[in-house]
């Protein structure tokens, strides 16, 4: 059973910093495409950045370019997302995914098969 489990979320202030991890468990994980997606309140979800599964290719959202850092440990079968100068824009529960079709980046959420249950982060003004 393929399980996702997000962690790292919680209240910070405008221009804060925050680190998501995402442990993945019953899947080759080296082998999979991972992404991170964020819903607000009353939003539609939307991609924010993915990793392709050598790692070597990363590809963000222009409203998190030169914020957010997506990474990855193959060892520990973790996905993570640095988030630097946060704004309160960038309020929204954040999931996790992998695409266990595709090794190169995905921007797409039919193109992920597995999700997690969500971490909250909350940005104060």
């Known amino acids: 059973q393929v399980q996702l489990v997000e962690s790292g979320g919680g209240l910070v202030q405008t221009g804060g910093s925050l680190r998501l991890s995402c442990a993945a468990s019953?899947?080759?994980?080296?082998?999979?495409?991972l992404g991170w997606f964020r819903q607000g309140a009353g939003k539609e979800r939307e991609f924010v950045s993915s990793?392709?599964?050598?790692?070597?290719?990363?590809y963000s959202a222009d409203s998190v370019k030169g914020r957010f850092t997506i990474s990855r440990d193959n060892a520990k079968s973790t996905v993570y997302l640095q988030m630097n100068v946060l704004k309160p824009e960038d309020t929204a529960v954040y999931y996790c995914?992998?695409?266990?079709?595709?090794?190169?980046?995905?921007?797409?959420?039919?193109?992920?098969?597995?999700w997690g249950q969500g971490t909250q982060v909350t940005v104060s003004s």
């Open positions: 995914a992998a695409g266990v079709r595709y090794s190169n980046v995905a921007y797409y959420s039919d193109q992920y098969e597995y």
């Open positions: 990793i392709s599964a050598s790692g070597g290719s990363t």
């Open positions: 019953g899947l080759t994980f080296s082998s999979s495409v």
